[in-house]
């Protein structure tokens, strides 16, 4: 049995039997995204939206970029996505002399075999922390770019895929900038999201002191899921439905930010695809086949805040992307709901 969308949501389903989600199917994606959020949160402590928002990025696809001060828990967060899916997880620490292939791997010649050999580097994980990345070079930078968009490297001409699921949660410190590398916007826009932790209230933080004391770590959280369960979630997510006049609200938050006058560079399209995607499993982890607006405004400054490229006098006024996203949102009418 098959569920639609009740006739008061925006738009008019189009989606087949063969395609709809079934009542069962709906709830088990929300109760193991439920589980898999609580588990996280055992060691991420007073961050219920962060973590929501990480889990929505993993379950789309899509790759965070967490961009915070030192020591509020962004590590800590990636680790304990990982073990909740028993995913393996890799750390890259981002170094001015780090290269290409420490992060790709490289192709060895092997005397006892006399050919060559492909040795995987450190980013053939589910889960890749690359730590500090904005430290590397812009040619070490650029090594993830294709991995990040079509889930391989290619050494020497040959092609390596990746293992499913494949998250890269990047850091960086936006305070110290000394000795540092902006990233590019085609890295920035390759990430779905950039979140940040932000400092703990003072109980939350007496709590992190509690659970440090007596050695909580996200090595010792059970697994809720594996890599092939999230990966019927991911399948589960992209079938969730998107009614035609919600795809031109979204593209229509877009189309403003790239003429706007305090915008260099705005949105592009691969942004208006991870909004959708990300709709798609934050509406599913609700309990919903179907997306609706208040999706996309809660995902809108996620997924479009670091795709936003100000103008320099917009910097000087102190305007932030949050400042013209805030006023997309209020100008961009809502689609009315579909008559019944």
């Not at 899916?85 to 890259?92: D, E, L, P, T």
């Not at 110290?176 to 902006?182: A, I, K, L, Q, V």
């Not at 798609?280 to 179907?290: D, E, I, N, P, T």
């Amino acid at each position: 049995m098959t569920q639609a969308p009740p006739h008061n949501t925006v738009g008019r389903s189009t989606v087949t039997p063969n395609t709809a989600l079934s009542a069962e199917e709906i709830h088990a994606f929300a109760g193991l995204f439920a589980r898999l959020a609580a588990n996280v949160e055992s060691v991420v402590l007073g961050k219920p939206q962060v973590v929501r928002l990480a889990l929505t990025a993993l379950l789309a696809e899509g790759h965070i970029l967490l961009e915070d001060v030192p020591g509020v828990g962004k590590t800590t967060l990636a680790r304990a996505v990982a073990a909740s899916v028993q995913g393996q997880w890799r750390r890259i620490q981002f170094t001015p002399d780090l290269l290409p292939s420490d992060v790709t791997g490289v192709t060895i010649f092997n005397q006892a075999t006399h050919g060559f050999e492909f040795h995987p580097g450190p980013v053939f994980a589910n889960i890749v922390i690359a730590d500090e990345i904005n430290r590397a070079s812009p040619k070490t930078q650029s090594s993830l770019l294709e991995v990040m968009e079509e889930r391989k490297v290619t050494v020497d001409g040959i092609p390596h895929p990746v293992p499913r699921p494949f998250l890269v949660v990047a850091t960086q410190n936006p305070v110290e900038m000394d000795g540092t590398y902006r990233l590019p916007e085609a890295q920035l826009d390759r990430f779905l999201m950039t979140l940040s932790m932000g400092y703990p209230d003072e109980a939350v933080e007496i709590d992190v002191l509690r659970g440090a004391a007596i050695g909580h770590s996200p090595e010792a959280l059970p697994a809720v899921a594996d890599t092939d369960t999230v990966a019927q979630l991911v399948a589960l997510a992209q079938r969730v439905h998107v009614a035609d006049p919600l795809l031109t609200y979204a593209v229509r938050l877009a189309a403003p930010t790239r003429t706007h006058p305090q915008v260099r560079v705005g949105v592009s399209p691969r942004g208006v695809i991870a909004l959708t995607r990300a709709a798609r499993a934050y509406a599913l982890a609700a309990g919903r086949a179907y997306v609706v607006p208040e999706d996309f405004k809660a995902l809108v400054e996620p997924v479009f805040a670091h795709r936003l490229l100000l103008s320099p006098d917009a910097q000087v006024r102190g305007v932030s992307a949050l400042d013209v996203l805030t006023e997309v949102i209020e100008a961009v009418p809502v689609p009315a709901p579909a008559a019944p």
